[in-house]
């Protein structure tokens, strides 16, 4: 029976061809979806499992997100720089580490932090050191620089018409080890770079020119401060102090590409001190910051920062709160494509129950004569049954094929862009949609079978 059929599906191999390819694609559509949305709804979540609080000003909590922790470009209002300064203290704080953004070097963005941050979020150095220099940076695992490159900072990117900063560069002092999080494209550097790179935070790691003496604040060193921090004699003084953060051309002074960031840029250029050690305690006078990453000490901790710091003026939000919202509007999204791919599976069901049973009318005298021959009508049953079953069960095998391709795919260009390394593959979830979909398969088949099975030899052989 077996060579049979094999032999018959040889000969009517270009309609078997079009029937697993049917079958393969509505598969693959349905498969792709799923595991798409699954891999991103794990991707997401590992990025920002490390993230338990983040505070910032008050705003979109999905944009702060969005910006904070997937490095995504957009404008951020700042936050004052005395929440900064309020939450290094505060005893129920591991870590409070500021972050500030809005230059780039090659598509990867630079980020401006702390040593906490990145102790508390990576398992360590691939290669190199930790920075300890205002010139110096540390490099994440996808960014495609080694130890020892110069890089010279752009304002914006070249997307959007930036503007390299002029006499500033960083010396790359290590390179961290893959985490699967956007943190491996970005570029690492000290935040009061940062700060000096656009003119803010003057005072804030400033040094006196004789032999760079950080432990002697004189008055005469806070006179520089506030002349280096109010740029050229006779031009606007841009925002140096958390308390002038609120001024509408400066709010979005740090926001990666935006308009406002780019006047104030033009408006006033600092400069770093590549030798200048680094300054990670945060007194008064801090400038704004897009946001605060903090690692609270204890689950109640959090609970009680986040709340505190939910005012009108500050915004405390959980990474997860926010994901949970956003996987609520992929899951809308997801139902619509599962409805799609559900409809063209059921399209395809239709057209093959009609190809077959035009099929089988067309062999109503082959299959008469293996009933005359003395084929008894089970026989008929079971070769008519698995030849369909076989097409199509074969369509929905390599459909799962090419829907986990398309889902990998996929994936790598989601990763390539944002640095979220989706984690793609089959559970238990899949193997029970195979099952249903192959259990749907025997049900289809069984529909010709059956008319094969209920014709008679001789009215068979008289059509």
């Known amino acids: ?55 910032g000003a008050a705003g979109s909590e999905t944009q702060l997100i969005l910006s904070s922790i997937f490095l995504q470009p957009a404008p951020l209002p700042l936050v004052d720089g005395a929440v900064l300064t309020k939450l290094a203290a505060d005893p129920r704080v591991a870590w409070a580490a500021p972050v500030g953004f809005g230059d780039s070097y090659a598509g990867y963005p630079i980020i401006g932090t702390t040593t906490s941050l990145i102790n508390g979020t990576t398992t360590g150095f691939a290669d190199g050191k930790m920075f300890a220099l205002e010139g110096e940076a540390v490099l ?12 010279k900072p752009m304002h914006g990117s070249a997307e959007t018409g930036g503007h390299t900063h002029a006499g500033a560069a960083y010396k790359v002092v290590g390179k961290l080890q893959p985490t699967g999080t956007p943190w491996d494209r970005a570029i690492l550097v000290p935040i009061q770079a940062v700060w000096h790179v656009h003119g803010l935070g003057a005072e804030h790691g400033h040094h006196e020119e004789d032999g760079h003496d950080h432990a002697a604040e004189g008055e005469g060193h806070h006179d520089e401060a506030d002349a280096h921090a109010g740029g050229e004699a006779g031009q606007p ?47 008064e006078g801090m400038p704004g910051l897009p946001a605060i990453l903090v690692k609270p000490k204890t689950i109640a901790d959090a609970y009680r920062l986040r709340q505190e710091y939910r005012t009108g003026a500050t915004l405390g939000v959980f990474p997860g709160e926010v994901l949970t919202g956003l996987y609520a509007t992929l899951g809308d999204a997801k139902m619509v494509l599962s409805a799609v791919a559900a ?121």
């Not at 029976?1 to 559509?29: E, N, S």
């Not at 709010?251 to 680094?278: C, L, R």
């Open 140 to 151: 994440g695992a996808a960014v495609d620089l080694s130890v020892g490159a110069e890089i």
């Open 237 to 283: 003084e841009p925002v140096a102090h958390a308390s002038e953060a609120q001024q509408p051309v400066a709010k979005y002074a740090f926001a990666i590409g935006s308009a406002s960031s780019k006047h104030v840029e033009e408006e006033h250029h600092g400069s770093i001190d590549p030798d200048a050690p680094i300054v990670e305690t945060f007194g």
């Open 343 to 463: 409809g063209s599976q059921g399209l395809v069901a239709a057209a093959l129950v009609l190809v077959t049973v035009i099929h089988v009318g067309q062999r109503r005298r082959q299959i008469g004569a293996l009933r005359a021959f003395g084929a008894p009508r089970s026989s008929v049953f079971l070769i008519v049954w698995l030849e369909l079953f076989l097409l199509v069960a074969l369509g929905i095998g390599i459909g799962f094929l090419v829907g986990l391709g398309a889902a990998h795919f996929g994936a790598q260009m989601f990763t390539a862009k944002s640095g979220v390394i989706l984690p793609v593959g089959f559970t238990r979830e899949d193997l029970r949609l195979a099952m249903i979909l192959l259990g749907f398969a025997a049900v289809l088949a069984a529909v010709p079978a059956l008319l094969a099975y209920r014709q008679s030899p001789a009215q068979a052989l008289r059509a």
């Open 1 to 55: 029976m077996i060579r049979f059929i094999l032999a018959d599906l040889r000969r009517l191999w270009l309609g078997g061809a079009v029937v697993i390819l049917l079958v393969a694609l509505a598969t693959a559509l349905g498969v792709a979806v799923t595991l798409q949305e699954r891999s991103l709804r794990l991707g997401s979540a590992r990025a920002a499992d490390k993230f338990d609080l983040v505070v």
